[in-house]
């Protein structure tokens, strides 16, 4: 039986566009009360703000650096004092940098690792122990197909996406006694800005022929906050990319 998640309150980070956006949005709309967390695109947050509104839910934009220890503390304590306690996490905020094997440096494998994974981490941090609390949480995980196949975007980035795996392993099995899930969601070419549209790539990585929209993945994410007996798995969304 799926749980009500009306009055829940919910942080999105990197929620101003994209599958962000996109899971803001129906969290809102399944009754979440949401903070958009967002660093660059201001305009773009207020808008997501604007079309939360509609459904009768509050919304509050937090601007922070999510791969920063003292942002983040500042962005949960902000998050808990304009709306409530955090509920539910959605841990969305990454970069995908095309780079071949043979460039990449030192340099670019820190910044991947530290925006798509230290980031998990440290606001993860922030925000559990007030769900062991109240006895009741859920974090979600934003991994990427490229966890499980290498991908195509380049190791540093496969390896950043595979840590958010075992990150969400770990928090599942040390938090599975105290009411908080935790599972991840494994994309695969989701038609964003983040993107290329390339045709050839549709037809020969993805059996079903075509990109996956950003409510798709919105979709899985809803269902799993409002499901308590799922944690420790990895929801594949991905077209038949992989299949496990």
């Known amino acids: 039986m799926a749980e009500n998640l009306s009055g829940k309150i919910a942080l999105v980070t990197g929620a101003s566009r994209g599958i962000g956006r996109a899971t803001a949005l129906a969290l809102a709309e399944s009754g979440c009360d949401v903070a958009i967390n967002y660093l660059h695109s201001s305009d773009e ?5 604007e079309s939360i509104a509609i459904f009768g839910r509050r919304a509050i934009l ?3 650096d999510v791969t920063r220890e003292d942002e983040v503390l500042r962005l949960v304590q902000d998050v808990e004092a304009r709306l409530g306690p955090i509920d539910l996490l959605v841990n969305n905020a990454g970069v995908n940098p095309v780079t071949s094997l043979e460039s990449i440096t030192l340099s670019e494998w820190n ?3 530290t925006t798509n994974l230290t980031s998990s981490f440290l606001v993860s941090q922030a925000v559990i122990p ?3 609390a109240r006895k009741w949480g859920r974090l979600i995980m934003l991994s990427s197909v490229a966890a499980q196949t290498g991908g195509v975007i380049g190791p540093h980035y496969a ?3 595979a840590g958010i795996l075992g990150l969400m392993h770990s928090y599942a099995n040390l938090l599975a006694k105290e009411g908080i899930t935790a599972n991840a969601i494994a994309p695969a070419l989701i038609e964003t800005d983040m993107i290329w549209n390339n045709d050839k790539i549709k037809s020969t990585l993805i059996p079903i022929g075509r990109f996956g929209q950003p409510e798709e993945v919105a979709q899985a994410v809803v ?7 799922i944690t420790g798995q990895t929801l594949n969304l991905n077209g038949g990319w992989y299949m496990s």
């Not at 947050?45 to 703000?49: D, G, I, L, Q």
């Not at 269902?223 to 007996?229: C, K, T």
Request: glycine share 8%; proline share 0%; aromatic share 4%.
């Open 45 to 49: 947050a207020a808008a997501v703000a």
């Open 111 to 113: 910044e991947v690792l």
């Open 62 to 64: 937090v601007r922070a």
């Open 130 to 132: 007030g769900m062991r």
């Open 159 to 161: 390896a950043s996406k």
């Open 223 to 229: 269902m799993l906050a409002s499901n308590g007996y």
